[in-house]
């Protein structure tokens, strides 16, 4: 039986599979972390769709009929073009779900004031797949977005529960709320991000809810898996967990054990297994 794939282009997409994980335990799980081409945010949308299909077809050929790209900007730059161009000559019955829709279709639901905040990367930022997305679920919401560039060096760096972070935290947490004072939720549209939750929260206002993209995506799936299941009886439910990176395997087991909560035991896959 097959696995749910999740793709990340780094470690990230951990924090997402931790919270499927969570909510939906039963299912096997296949993790690959593009690591040896990490980071994607910087790269043109091109690079991007190119490396994305290419880890996409790994998963595929793994028995993943599922697929979850659990990274912002692959579901960004990469997504639709796969979904529309490439799986109906791979494979029409196979599916490839991203983070940013299900995050978008549901993101004004949690606000009062009907004004909710941002944060995420640079890139994320620029692309304003966040701010297209959200206004066709919810045109009249007022939406503010703020650029965080130190966040995720500092998680990934292990940095991010010292105080050195909180100078960082502080600064785009008071930025974006002064873009706005009614805002009344803050995004964390970084699969990074939840690592600096607890920061975050000491310096937001009470009344001004903190969502987290991996427990918005495991609910989506967990409803998705319940509306298709043709999909869903193709999938095992052993509860194994297989972890791959591109890179160096014992350096992606150190770090990945910070985003997954739990330890990690990965497996280097080629690059040229890719192509």
Sequence with gaps: MGSIGVFDSGYGGLTVLRSLVDRLPDYNYLYLGDNARSPYGTRSFDTVYRYTLQCVRWLLEQDC????LACNTASAKALRTIQQKDLPGIDPSVRVLGVIRPTTEVI???????????????????SQSYRIEIEKFFPGLAIEQEACP???PLVENNEHGTAGADFFVRKHVEGILTKDRNIDVLLLACTHYPLLKEKIEKYTPAGVQLVSQGDIVAASLEDYLKRHPELEERLGREGRRRFYTTDSAPDFDRKATIFFGSAVNSVHTDLESLA
Excluded: E, R
């Design 150 to 152: 130190m966040w995720v």
């Design 65 to 68: 009929p599922l697929v979850i």
């Design 108 to 126: 004004g639901d949690y606000s009062k004031n009907k004004a909710i905040g941002i944060l995420a990367t640079s890139g994320t930022v620029q």
